[in-house]
């Protein structure tokens, strides 16, 4: 069977994508090993309470694009950056443990100037603080398992956002261990 360069080497380039796809995806195997075997479990019920002070902004949809052009995102960017360096100096002051493979709650209560507390929407208000918290205090927020929030009127001046968090359940790597493994 006759088969012509270009369709030859399209072939070889499709090989060549789907082996670095696979070796991406073992290498992302390999990654969350590591995180699981370095990262000590937090116990069910451990409850973290923080509060973020500041100006509190709602989650930005962007592009790839928009994030470098679009003013509001920028200022959201802006945003993330500081709510997360403020979580991370709490974090580690008070040595709290990342969440890896735990299923969690999150609530959120935010107290905003009453001038801009009906402007702001409250679920993009929680997904904003919820974006800024992964990678810090939970390793990905697909094991948020309920979610609440609230707003709620004070001074501009001390505007801020309540946060707790409460580790549910074990989940992943002892979930499923037999109770003599545990031990």
Known sequence: MFIDPYTAALHEVEERERERKRLQAKARREQKKLLLAQTPEVPIGTVYQLEVHGEILSAVRMTQKSKWVNPEA?????????????????????????????????????????????????????????????????ENDRYNMHISSSKESCERSKEKAFILLEVLSLRGRNANRSEKEKV
């Open 74 to 138: 920028r200022k959201y960017l802006n945003y993330l950056a500081r709510v997360r360096s403020d979580v991370s100096l709490v974090a580690l002051i008070h040595k709290l443990t990342m969440l890896v493979d735990q299923e969690f709650s999150l609530a959120v209560s935010f107290f905003i100037d009453p001038s801009r507390l009906y402007v702001k929407d409250t679920k993009n208000l929680y997904w904003g603080i919820e974006d800024a918290l992964e990678g810090i205090l939970y």
